[in-house]
């Protein structure tokens, strides 16, 4: 395949071209952005009560099961990823770490626009800071991941600085000092992560009589953070996919001579920690004595995601990196990256009020699922108006030398 890398010059900063052509996935691309403007402007004007099916039963719907919660853990890729390549040494992986933190960076940015969205007075947003409820769980979630924003933010912002250095030669100072103290904002980073990763599973610590059996566990902190990290190698993968599916003409040699060994090197971690996250939930349930919920309705679920979105994943990786199948690792990728989707929504909606009748549960309105569809298709937008200018896909000729 022809490589088209663009690198923007001092006299051509801007490389809009791939953005503005009316191909057919710019036209949807435009098109969901303009849907989702307009139900924001009805959010926005009107009320929550004008795109939501939210009521008293019900106060967390679908912008916290998937724009947060899912939003949050899928992000995991950016830490998981920077603690391997310059904590560990892995410098083999160096290729991963820019696409996984600007999909970390991203993910978080559009998880404080996505809450806004719920919260309703984006001005308010900031209060926490100034009205701490140091004792709620709430407030360390918001307080860690406003902080963890900062440093993905930090973090990504040496790409950038890396583009806009042609006409602003000060930023290559601020490279310098960022890169300095990169390993210190990766620990950071890590600590964080493992801070509000696993609060996000000690909100629902406080409804056991709401959450079905099979979900609920005193352990649940524990589960979304050993999930987190099954999701964040399993983003890597994924989004490399992705990548290379849709952006595979803009990487360099380095990106595309890494990526089967990041791929197999992934998978091999994310079998693992699936199969650890497997065998700690079923040892859970089975002492808590949940075992006779297998039989009904919600038991099915449960055996459907355990056995179908965790343990199968975890052994198509296993498979796939003893056999260098890349395929089959990418395959397992979408399952489990699918099962962590299903058990944040579950966790958060289906099995919530589990004992409610049917006519007073939640289901989410066609305004809600597009909001959520707006916010995905912004970061994917984002993405790739930030690749076709930043250096995240390649390395920039004039910073090889930095590179070990």
């Known amino acids: 395949m022809e490589h088209r890398i663009v690198i923007p010059t001092k006299n051509k900063m801007l490389n809009l071209g791939p953005m503005l052509t009316l191909t057919p996935g710019n036209i949807i691309t435009y098109i969901l952005l303009a849907i989702g403007l307009a139900i924001t402007i009805c959010r926005f004007t009107v009320g929550i009560g004008s795109v939501s099916n939210l009521d008293d039963y019900q106060p967390w719907g679908v912008w916290i099961g998937f724009d947060l919660l899912c939003g949050v853990c899928l992000a995991a890729g950016g830490y998981f990823t920077t603690v391997a390549c310059y904590v560990m040494g892995m410098k083999h992986f160096s ?36 009205f701490p409820g140091t004792t ?84 649940l902190p ?30 360099d040699k380095k990106h595309l001579d890494q990526a089967s060994c990041v791929t197999l090197s992934f998978s ?3 079998s693992m920690i699936l199969f650890s ?26 055996l459907i995601e355990m056995f179908g979105f965790i343990l199968l994943p975890s ?34 909606m289906i099995a919530y009020n589990w004992d409610l009748p049917a006519a007073d549960r939640y289901f989410p309105s066609l305004s809600e699922v597009f909001v959520s569809v707006f916010v995905v298709t912004m970061i994917v937008t984002a993405y790739r108006v930030i690749c076709y200018h930043c250096p995240i896909l390649y390395e920039h000729p004039n910073f090889k030398e930095h590179e070990d």
Request: proline share 4%; hydrophobic share 55%; aromatic share 16%.
């Open 95 to 130: 290729s991963a770490a820019r696409p996984a933190v600007l999909t970390a960076f991203l993910g978080y940015l559009f998880v404080v626009i996505a809450l806004l969205y719920d919260l309703g007075h984006p001005l308010r947003l900031p209060y926490m800071f100034f």
């Open 136 to 219: 709620s769980v709430l407030f360390e979630v918001g307080l860690c991941v406003a902080t963890y924003l900062t440093v993905l933010f930090l973090e990504f912002s040496v790409a950038p600085a890396e583009w806009l250095s042609q006409k602003f030669k000060f930023l290559l100072t601020y490279r310098h000092w960022i890169e300095k103290i990169g390993i210190l904002l990766t620990i950071m980073g890590m600590c964080l992560s493992t801070l509000h990763q696993s609060s996000l599973g000690s909100l629902f610590l406080i409804c056991p009589n709401k959450l079905h059996p099979l979900w609920y566990s005193p352990f």
């Open 222 to 251: 524990m589960f979304f953070f050993v999930s987190s990290m099954a999701a964040g190698a399993s983003m890597v993968v994924f989004e490399g996919m992705l990548a290379h599916a849709g952006m595979h003409h803009s990487m």
């Open 268 to 270: 091999k971690a994310a």
């Open 277 to 302: 996250f497997f065998v700690m939930r079923f040892v859970d349930m089975v002492v808590h004595g949940n075992f006779p919920y297998l039989f009904t309705n919600y038991g099915a679920w449960w």
């Open 315 to 348: 052994l198509l990786y296993a498979k796939g990196s003893r056999e260098l199948n890349v395929p089959l690792c990418r395959f397992a990728a979408t399952l489990a990256v699918l099962g962590i989707v299903l058990n944040r929504w579950t966790i958060s």
